[in-house]
């Protein structure tokens, strides 16, 4: 056999092996991948695939389409590098949120333990199915008034399930399942004077949730929406409501009755605790509407 020939056979089985690499690595099996960077990591895949195609036609003079082609790949490399940075950015700052919701509805929030006003956003609002909306000043006021964790002195919120929104980063909601007991200060000494009974509360699951403004503070607080109103001991009732009803103190059902105390108490006493604010930041109606009072869910 000639050198010439030989050469040739030698030269097409290289040729015959490259296309059968640049084939497979073209249709192998794709990693899965966080989904946020699965259209950047396919796209630098495929075109890295592209690439292998174009070295091999090299040969037969398409080493412009490869140059263009290692361009895009390091683009698309970029973008996924981008991508990766914000997924990190994303996780990390939900990361963080969930941490502060934690210790502000444990250390902070006025319901568990005292409030601690550094936390609060200027134009805070609080909302509940029976109690709102409240600006920062009456959300205050109203939990001084209650010091639900001093008639409970074991009061726990049990809390589970912390998550940010997907489509609000900056809100963090959570299930809560409130247990105590009956054995502290008298409820509201100065309206209604509930004396401790030992009574147990056996709260149902409830939603809160907390929102956080631009600085990391408390902007937006909801809490009471019960997710079974079967469970526990409460009557399906969430919150400050639930445990009125564990002690036995009045909790007059949503309707005309309520209404009109909700209004007297809110409108013409110049006390606390208030059901409603009067001034609220005009954010809050923007986004959620003229209502006020109970709602009952």
């Given at each position: ?83 990766a940075m914000n997924v990190f950015s994303y996780y990390s700052k939900s990361n963080m949120l969930i941490e502060k919701a934690k210790v502000f509805i444990d250390d902070a929030s006025g319901f568990y333990s ?184």
């Open positions: 056999m000639s050198d010439i020939s030989r050469s040739s056979r030698i030269t097409t089985a290289v040729a015959v092996a490259a296309i059968g690499f640049a084939a497979c690595e073209a249709f192998a099996p794709q990693q899965p991948s966080v989904r946020t960077l699965g259209a950047a990591t396919s796209s630098s895949r495929s075109q890295e695939s592209l690439l292998s195609r174009y070295a091999l036609f090299g040969l037969i003079g398409k080493t412009d389409e490869a140059t263009e082609t290692a361009e895009t790949t390091e683009v698309a490399t970029q973008d996924a590098k981008k991508s005292d409030s601690d006003e550094t936390v609060f956003a200027e134009d805070f609002v609080f909302r509940g199915p029976f109690i709102g909306p409240l600006n920062k000043k009456d959300y205050m006021g109203t939990m001084e008034a209650f010091s639900i964790f001093k008639s409970f002195p074991d009061i726990q919120n049990n809390a589970w399930g912390f998550s940010t929104d997907p489509l609000d980063p900056n809100r963090v909601w959570f299930m809560v399942r409130n247990t105590g007991t009956f054995t502290g200060d008298p409820l509201l000494p100065d309206l209604l004077n509930v004396l401790p009974t030992g009574a147990k509360l056996e709260g149902c699951p409830e939603t809160f949730s907390v929102v956080f403004d631009d600085e990391q503070k408390v902007k937006h607080l909801t809490v009471g929406y019960v997710a079974d109103r079967f469970e526990g001991n409460t009557d399906g009732l969430g919150a400050a409501y639930g445990i009125f009803k564990v002690i036995g103190a009045p909790t007059p059902k949503p309707g005309p009755l309520l209404q009109v105390l909700q209004w007297a108490g809110s409108e013409l006493a110049d006390s606390y605790p208030k059901s409603y604010s009067t001034d609220v930041p005009a954010w809050y109606f923007e986004e959620k509407g003229p209502k006020v009072g109970c709602d009952g869910y």
